[in-house]
């Protein structure tokens, strides 16, 4: 018969089934902290380590418990998936340059949406404000090096450009569209030269930390105004990710002259950007 009251013959509460009363870990440490500001490091720092054995099972018990209480008041459901217990499959097959290529073969694409890298285009005054075009860091934590593609067509002689990546806004942001550039990653802004033809690689000055199986946006700026645009090659088709069915990166209003912020607003309003069809050749290598 089922004890309504919640307590052993002796009137005593039980917390959970055949239960020892005594918390020395979880109630204990977590006992002056309500579930609208314990946190999941919380959880964590309380549990770990704890040896996965018999004499063990109530305090395991009580750590879902309370991880699950926590994650209820602070609508945390993806926790389930994420916090502590792995991360979801990336979006892309794991993928990376085979030992000892060369050439372009050293190198994967920023963006696994595009078809073909055969055509070209000529940039025009697009290039004096950033463009944004998507990049996927796949299961890489680190940018070893990025490389730009132009034609055998060279810009004016001594002219630069410049690369950054960008944090993407998602559902947790409040006040912002979903998959807007939002903050430049820290000594990820670099130089190229674009009065050359073919790949052009560039090293980071510093360390790049990326989130691993993350979406970002790569924003593409000239240094200077040109005489001559260089050209670049381009995507020959693409799976509509953002700007719309023919070009496929994004430009905020109001941007300044040949740079690369280091943020936007939720108040930018952003459009498709002409700079290229598509997307331009732009690849990476990472590492861990």
């Known amino acids: 018969m089922s004890n309504p009251t919640g307590t052993d013959s002796w009137g005593d509460r039980v917390p959970l089934p055949d239960a020892n009363k ?4 979880v ?19 309380t549990g770990d380590p704890i040896q996965i054995e018999d004499i063990n099972e109530d305090e395991l018990r009580r750590i879902v418990l309370v991880n699950l209480a926590r994650m209820c008041v602070a609508g945390e459901w993806t926790g389930l998936l994420e916090a502590g217990g792995g991360t979801d499959a990336a979006v892309f097959a794991p993928f990376s340059p085979a030992d000892g290529a060369t050439s372009d073969e050293a190198f994967i694409p920023t963006a696994p949406i595009a078809s073909g890298w055969g055509n070209s285009m000529t940039y025009g005054s697009q290039y004096d404000t950033p463009s944004h075009y998507p990049f ?4 890489y934590t680190e940018i070893e090096e990025m490389a730009v593609f132009f034609t055998g067509t060279t810009a004016t002689a001594g002219t630069t450009g410049s690369l950054a990546i960008y944090t993407l806004s998602t559902a947790d942001d409040t006040g912002w569209e979903i998959g807007r550039p939002m903050t430049m990653v820290t000594n990820s802004e ?20 990326l989130e691993e199986k993350t979406w970002y946006s790569i ?6 105004s040109y005489v001559t645009y260089p050209t670049a090659y381009r995507a020959s088709s693409y799976d509509l990710y953002w700007g719309n069915p023919n070009y496929g990166g994004l430009k905020a209003a109001g941007e300044t002259d040949y740079t690369l912020p280091s943020a936007y607003t939720s108040s930018d309003t ?4 002409t700079l290229s069809f598509h997307l331009p050749k732009l690849q990476w290598r990472g590492t861990n």
């Open 22 to 25: 005594r918390s020395p870990r």
């Open 27 to 45: 109630y204990t440490n977590l006992q002056n902290i309500d579930l609208s500001t314990v946190t999941f490091a919380n959880v964590e720092a």
């Open 136 to 139: 996927y860091s796949g299961s």
């Open 190 to 209: 670099m130089s190229y030269a674009t009065d050359t033809g073919g790949r052009v690689e560039i090293t980071p000055g510093s360390t790049v930390t």
């Open 219 to 224: 924003g593409i700026v000239g240094d200077q």
């Open 270 to 273: 952003w459009t498709a950007s």
